[in-house]
């Protein structure tokens, strides 16, 4: 049973323009909601990362918007780069002891 | 350590051999966890650590994935009798301590192919 599910698989966007990745959770126990980052052959990285008590944060270019109610968060990369160019993950944890994860999204950047 | 730091980095193991997949945290980290990353999908929950105890095997798939972290710091992941559904990326992460919010370290992972 995915305890967090993500989508799209894959993404390709222009340079200059904004990656929208989506994930749903059902538990609403979890309390914590990061987004990490995965180069080829290099463990998972946070990138940004979230709270149920509020609905949007930013930190440069990324920012998480969360929808309590719907039970949704997403990923929103804006003026994307080819370095942005990734495997994204969402995933979701209930104090921080066990962190269920996504399926991943393959993000392109194309020049 | 500066990161969480794993070993070794690739292992080719053939099928029946046991395996032992090392994890060093960064220090002062008190949880620790194992997750297995198979090609194409996100890390799966194997188990949990909280200083030397295991308090969630939950995740290991059979009685051949064995885990310990005997001093609280240094954590191994054994693997006995390979299967080739073993052939995974094994990542080890860890934690500050409890609690929401405390962010995870993941080391770079250990390569496992079973042949």
């Known amino acids: 049973q995915q305890q967090v599910k993500q989508s799209p698989q894959s993404l390709i966007v222009q340079k200059g323009g904004i990656s929208i990745i989506n994930c749903a959770y059902e538990n609403t126990a979890f309390d914590y909601f990061p987004w990490y980052q995965q180069f080829p052959g290099k463990g998972p990285a946070l990138l940004i990362a979230i709270r149920p008590d509020v609905s949007e944060k930013k930190e440069g270019r990324f920012t998480i918007s969360f929808n309590k109610s719907a039970k949704q968060f997403s990923l929103h990369i804006m003026d994307s780069q080819p370095g942005d160019s990734a495997t994204y993950f969402c995933a979701a944890s209930r104090e921080g002891n066990q962190f269920y994860f996504g399926t991943g999204t393959s993000l392109t950047v194309i020049p | 350590g500066a990161g969480v730091s794993q070993s070794p980095r690739y292992k080719v193991a053939k099928r029946g051999q046991d395996v032992a997949l090392r994890c060093d945290p960064i220090?002062?980290?008190?949880?620790l966890f194992w997750y297995q990353q198979a090609l194409g999908q996100g890390p799966e929950f194997l188990t949990y650590f909280q200083n030397e105890a295991q308090l969630d095997k939950s995740g290991l798939p059979s009685d051949r994935f064995f885990a310990e972290r005997p001093e609280g710091s240094v954590s191994t992941l054994k693997i006995q009798r390979t299967q080739q559904e073993d052939s995974a990326v094994y990542l080890c992460?860890?934690?500050?301590?409890?609690?929401?919010?405390?962010?995870?370290?993941f080391g770079e992972g250990s390569w496992l192919t079973v042949v």
């Open positions: 220090s002062g980290h008190v949880s």
């Open positions: 992460a860890s934690t500050q301590g409890r609690g929401a919010g405390n962010t995870i370290y």
